[in-house]
């Protein structure tokens, strides 16, 4: 079809009908498989609908299929070109695209380090088990705070992108302290939050568990390492 379907009154309560249900699982953060297929029924009626392409593009973001979001919002472009929304999510894989990039260099130049920054001492992982089975958080600031690594910079009180805190681990933290000391003290500020504030440090809590699952996507690997990964909850 070419878009034009106010020649066609079926058609066209067809499409109100669709939009309706796309907007309410939009709006539900609902990126199903049917949320997929709805917005690719609107296009099937109207092959122009630059909101449809930007809809299922998103889609496709949260499902990490970055080769079809990417198609759906030049798509969306090409439809509307002054859509700020289909630019911006555009903009947004790309930039997903070149961090995956760097993830992977960084990975492959871990590898061939021979897993130096795995290394732990002795007593890093019973320590760190212990302390977070004990619920007793950190009252001083830890070897990684003291690298510079936090959620909000202590000085300007700015908070710090997740862009800027994994160059701090990575260009600061994980060669002094090792991946073990790292993830294992990152993982005790997230315990020690959620059991005595959860809700006020909601935010923090968030971006630690960002931190640790791009840490342990990239670096960890759990048939060589000799300690475990720490726990996303409290033990």
Same mark, same amino acid.
């Given at each position: ?11 066209? %309560? ?10 309410? +699982?939009?709006?539900?953060?609902? &990126? ?30 949260? =499902?990490?299929?970055?080769?079809? !979001?990417?198609?759906?919002?030049? %798509? ?29 260099? +960084? ?12 290394? !732990? &001492? ?19 600031? &830890? ?8 959620? &909000?910079?202590?000085?300007?009180? =700015? ?5 800027? =805190?994994? +160059? ?7 060669? =002094? +302290?090792?991946?073990?000391?790292? !993830? ?21 809590? !968030? ?29």
């Amino acid at each position: 079809m070419s878009g034009h379907t106010h020649d066609d009154p079926e058609e066209a %309560r067809l499409l109100e009908t669709l939009m309706q249900k796309a907007r309410s +699982l939009r709006r539900n953060g609902d &990126t199903s498989e049917e949320a997929i297929e709805v917005n690719t029924e609107i296009l099937r009626i109207d092959s122009n609908n630059s909101g449809a392409y930007v809809r299922r593009g998103s889609c496709h973001v949260e =499902r990490d299929n970055l080769d079809a !979001a990417e198609e759906d919002f030049r %798509r969306a472009l090409k439809s509307n070109p002054e859509s700020s929304v289909a630019l911006r999510k555009l903009s947004e894989v790309q930039r997903v695209r070149h961090k995956l990039g760097e993830d992977e260099a +960084l990975r492959q130049r871990w590898y061939t380090q021979g897993l130096a920054w795995s290394a !732990a &001492t002795p007593t890093c992982t019973a320590y760190n088990i212990r302390r977070i089975r004990s619920g007793y958080g950190y009252r001083e600031p &830890t070897p990684l705070c003291m690298l510079g690594y936090s959620i &909000t910079d202590p000085v300007s009180r =700015r908070t710090l992108s997740s862009q800027e =805190r994994w +160059l701090i681990l990575v260009g600061n933290a994980l060669p =002094r +302290l090792g991946l073990c000391e790292v !993830a294992w003290t990152i993982a005790n500020n997230n315990h020690d939050k959620k059991r005595n504030a959860r809700e006020k440090y909601s935010y923090a809590i !968030a971006q630690w568990e960002y931190d640790l699952a791009r840490l342990k996507r990239v670096l960890y690997h759990e048939a060589v390492a000799a300690w475990p990964w720490p726990p996303t909850e409290p033990m």
